[in-house]
């Protein structure tokens, strides 16, 4: 059995890049893009930073000090710090909605090797048309989105199988500055394009004139989903922490660390977009209709150079996705360890078999057999529902309530400040934040994403 000393991250470059990773994934290479293209370019970007230091930090901080102070998985977590067990449900909820998530973002990350196949083999070619019935093909496939997303998910089996040092710090250290190498490449090559300047400005000029509820709320909500808050992932990454990281400090060193990946995501995309007449407001169709005709024109002079930038770009997804399957995987194999005291191997083999199977399902859902529905929906778009727009949003507001009005306030100022040696006068403002900004926004994204408001 493996019940020794919790495992901690080595260093504090460790906790950063693996925290920052598991932040960092799809919702920055492919869901920012595709929101600021629909809500009004750079005036969007304005209000996510905005968004992101009211909200976004003080809720991973607030993840953190359950985590760091629990040093227990996530369901765990939440109850060990109080007495009030129900609270509990609360920790449970984030493991239940990560597993979830993982049975489908595993699929997506699968569409992401098969194009970087296809743009390997010269095969995305094409218009808009024939590149959309291409992929409509392959989503409804029965066989190989399923092969795809299993091969990501023994990828990320391996890396959880070695630990939290030797495993989860040591991908990290290798996969983030990878990331961003080939993000800063295809930027490069981009914002050289002709006309290129016009996608600059679109991102970097905001025009206020556009400013509406619908983007101020639109922000908000991918502030939270682009911080993986609510799933569990942040807690569970920071019961592995030291006592003497700084927590405020890192939740600004990775807020930082995504809001640039997700900025640099949006130069890579738009100066092309722009270059060859296409319009930024192509929604989630972006990166695997859309996109493959962008670099398809934009180089067309050079063919070599857009095969290239093709093949760096779909590898660069597949990166950001493989850095969150971590976490996601990592969340459920350390609840599957503690609370049926087993060993990580056998947690691990558990979470990968269990995934497999729910990938294949969310998979086949799509087409193979349109039968697997729940409420009217395929699975996959069921569980993308449910998990995006009630789980984390309400797991976001019970953290908020249970660390700013639930837990005494000496053992949050105590963690918060590192038993008062860090940040004491910034504690204030967080605690501010998190009982009153930080709930009242949730509440607004949740009921706005059920059309509520």
Same mark, same amino acid.
């Given at each position: 059995?493996?019940?020794?000393?919790?495992?901690?991250?080595?260093?504090?470059?460790?906790?950063?890049?693996?925290?920052?990773?598991?932040?960092?994934g799809?919702?920055?290479?492919?869901?920012?893009?595709?929101m600021?293209?629909d809500?009004?370019?750079?005036?969007?970007?304005?209000?996510?930073?905005?968004?992101?230091?009211?909200?976004?930090?003080?809720?991973?901080?607030?993840?953190f000090?359950?985590?760091?102070?629990?040093?227990?998985n996530?369901?765990?977590?939440?109850?060990?710090?109080?007495?009030?067990?129900?609270?509990?449900l609360?920790?449970?909820?984030?493991v239940?909605?990560?597993?979830?998530?993982?049975?489908y973002y595993?699929?997506?990350?699968?569409?992401?090797?098969?194009?970087?196949?296809?743009?390997?083999s010269?095969?995305?070619?094409g218009?808009?048309?024939?590149?959309?019935?291409?992929?409509?093909?392959?989503?409804?496939?029965?066989?190989?989105?399923?092969l795809?997303?299993?091969?990501?998910?023994?990828?990320?089996?391996?890396?959880?199988?070695?630990?939290?040092?030797?495993?989860?710090?040591k991908?990290?250290?290798?996969?983030?500055?990878?990331?961003?190498?080939?993000?800063?490449?295809?930027?490069?090559?981009?914002c050289?394009?002709?006309?290129?300047?016009?996608g600059?400005?679109?991102?970097?000029?905001?025009? #206020?004139?556009?400013?509406?509820?619908e983007?101020?709320?639109?922000?908000?909500?991918?502030?939270?989903?682009s911080?993986?808050?609510?799933?569990?992932?942040?807690?569970?990454?920071?019961?592995?922490?030291?006592?003497?990281?700084?927590?405020?400090r890192?939740?600004?060193?990775?807020?930082?660390?995504?809001?640039?990946?997700a900025?640099?995501?949006?130069?890579?995309?738009?100066?092309?977009?722009?270059?060859?007449?296409?319009?930024?407001?192509?929604g989630?169709?972006l990166v #695997?209709?859309?996109?493959?005709?962008?670099?398809?024109?934009?180089?067309?002079?050079?063919?070599?150079?857009?095969?290239?930038?093709s093949?760096?770009?779909?590898?660069?997804?597949?990166?950001?996705?493989?850095?969150?399957?971590?976490?996601?995987?990592?969340v459920?194999?350390?609840?599957i360890?503690?609370?049926?005291?087993?060993?990580?191997?056998?947690?691990?083999?558990?979470v990968?078999?269990?995934?497999?199977?729910?990938?294949?399902?969310?998979?086949?859902?799509?087409?193979?057999?349109d039968?697997?529905?729940?409420?009217?929906?395929?699975?996959?778009?069921?569980l993308?529902?449910?998990?995006g727009?009630?789980?984390l949003?309400?797991?976001?507001?019970?953290?908020c309530?249970y660390?700013?009005?639930?837990?005494?306030?000496h053992?949050?100022?105590?963690? #918060?400040?590192?038993s008062?040696?860090?940040g004491?006068?910034l504690?204030?403002?967080?605690l #501010?934040?998190?009982?009153?900004?930080?709930?009242?926004?949730?509440?607004?994204?949740?009921?706005?994403?059920?059309?509520?408001?």
């Open positions: 059995m493996e019940h020794s000393q919790r495992a901690n991250f080595g260093s504090k470059l460790g906790i950063i890049l693996a925290t920052a990773g598991s932040a960092v799809l919702g920055n290479v492919w869901r920012f893009p595709y600021v293209g809500n009004g370019g750079g005036v969007f970007i304005v209000v996510y930073i905005v968004c992101m230091l009211l909200l976004g930090i003080p809720c991973m901080v607030s993840e000090i359950i985590g760091r102070r629990a040093a227990a996530t369901a765990r977590a939440y109850s060990s710090l109080t007495s009030v067990k129900a609270w509990g609360v920790g449970y909820l984030g239940a909605g990560c597993f979830l998530i993982l049975g595993v699929v997506v990350s699968g569409w992401c090797l098969q194009y970087l196949t296809w743009a390997a010269g095969q995305l070619q218009n808009p048309t024939l590149l959309s019935s291409q992929f409509s093909g392959f989503e409804q496939s029965a066989l190989a989105p399923v795809w997303a299993i091969v990501f998910l023994v990828a990320t089996h391996a890396v959880i199988m070695r630990g939290v040092q030797g495993g989860i710090e991908a990290s250290k290798l996969l983030m500055p990878l990331l961003f190498v080939l993000l800063v490449v295809i930027v490069v090559a981009s050289m394009l002709p006309g290129a300047v016009k600059i400005s679109f991102m970097l000029k905001p025009d #206020f004139s556009a400013l509406t509820g983007v101020f709320l639109g922000a908000l909500g991918q502030a939270f989903y911080l993986s808050i609510g799933m569990g992932c942040l807690c569970t990454y920071a019961s592995y922490f030291s006592k003497q990281t700084n927590l405020a890192s939740a600004i060193q990775i807020g930082i660390i995504d809001s640039i990946v900025i640099l995501a949006g130069l890579m995309i738009f100066p092309a977009a722009f270059s060859v007449g296409i319009s930024p407001d192509s989630p169709s #695997f209709i859309t996109l493959p005709n962008v670099f398809q024109q934009a180089f067309a002079a050079m063919p070599w150079v857009g095969y290239v930038v093949v760096v770009f779909y590898a660069l997804l597949a990166l950001a996705a493989l850095t969150s399957l971590i976490s996601l995987h990592e459920c194999t350390t609840f360890q503690e609370e049926c005291h087993t060993t990580r191997r056998r947690s691990a083999l558990w990968t078999l269990c995934a497999s199977l729910m990938a294949a399902l969310c998979s086949l859902s799509l087409g193979a057999c039968g697997l529905q729940i409420a009217g929906k395929p699975l996959f778009d069921f993308d529902f449910f998990t727009q009630i789980v949003p309400v797991g976001g507001f019970l953290t309530l660390v700013g009005w639930h837990l005494p306030r053992l949050v100022s105590d963690e #918060f400040t590192n008062g040696t860090v004491a006068r504690f204030g403002i967080y #501010f934040c998190i009982r009153y900004i930080c709930p009242i926004f949730i509440l607004l994204v949740f009921l706005h994403q059920l059309r509520w408001v």
